[in-house]
T-cell receptor
Framework: GDSVTQMEGPVTLSEEAFLTINCTYT??????LFWYVQYPGEGLQLLLK?????DKGSNKGFEATYRKETTSFHLEKGSVQVSDSAVYFC????????FGKGTKLSVKP | DSGVTQTPKHLITATGQRVTLRCSPR?????VYWYQQSLDQGLQFLIQ???????AKGNILERFSAQQFPDLHSELNLSSLELGDSALYFC????????????FGPGTRLLVL
């Protein structure tokens, strides 16, 4: 069946460091791909999305590119802030959203 | 604030009991989704309702049921509770035609003792 695999956390970075969170997927066809973020004590929020191959989603300094050849949708940010500390979920659509297990990011000042 | 509200915020109950979780979608959103987030299973889709009708079903146990009322609020009923049902239950809603963009509520944390 369809699935999403993302890197295990937690990931701990210093402020202004470069962030990469890896995400790969298994699916038939070409699903839309998403990154959702969950801040402590809150529900999930859509961070960015891409609907077709080679699309780049971007928001709040975060970017991810839909790579069909590697079935990947890695999340990147050039300079993280303490306020980026959260759990990040990669997801795909297959009639409904299928999520990865989440990656916890902690950013230290 | 996503505009989706869920009550209660926390719920503690005993095995074998039945509970009801409530969700109010964003104003104008016709679709409501329920998800379960647990440490071992991660975030899993349970069920979707659209304008009062069941639209899609995921990994929802037979002990669980849901419904959406004419005012579009939804309730998730969990019965014969087991320890393993302890989890965070999220509700989400979406605009018609943009179901891929879902707005999540803050969740209800259920603890079964």
């Amino acid at each position: 069946g369809d699935s999403v695999t993302q890197m295990e956390g937690p990931v701990t970075l210093s402020e202004e460091a470069f962030l990469t969170i890896n995400c790969t997927y298994t699916a038939t066809g070409y699903p839309s791909l998403f990154w959702y973020v969950q801040y402590p004590g809150e529900g999930l929020q859509l961070l960015l999305k891409a609907t077709k191959a080679d699309d780049k989603g971007s928001n709040k300094g975060f970017e991810a590119t839909y790579r069909k050849e590697t079935t990947s949708f890695h999340l990147e940010k050039g300079s993280v802030q303490v306020s980026d500390s959260a759990v990040y979920f990669c997801a795909l659509t297959r009639g409904n959203l299928i999520f990865g297990k989440g990656t916890k990011l902690s950013v230290k000042p | 604030d996503s505009g989706v509200t869920q009550t209660p915020k926390h719920l503690i109950t005993a095995t074998g009991q039945r509970v009801t979780l409530r969700c109010s979608p964003r104003s104008g959103d016709l679709s409501v989704y329920w998800y379960q987030q647990s440490l071992d299973q991660g975030l899993q889709f349970l069920i979707q309702y659209y304008n009062g009708e069941e639209r899609a079903k995921g990994n929802i146990l037979e002990r669980f049921s849901a419904q959406q009322f004419p005012d579009l609020h939804s309730e998730l009923n969990l019965s014969s509770l087991e320890l393993g049902d302890s989890a965070l239950y999220f509700c989400a809603s979406s605009v018609e035609g943009e179901w891929e963009t879902q707005y999540f509520g803050p969740g209800t944390r259920l603890l079964v003792l």
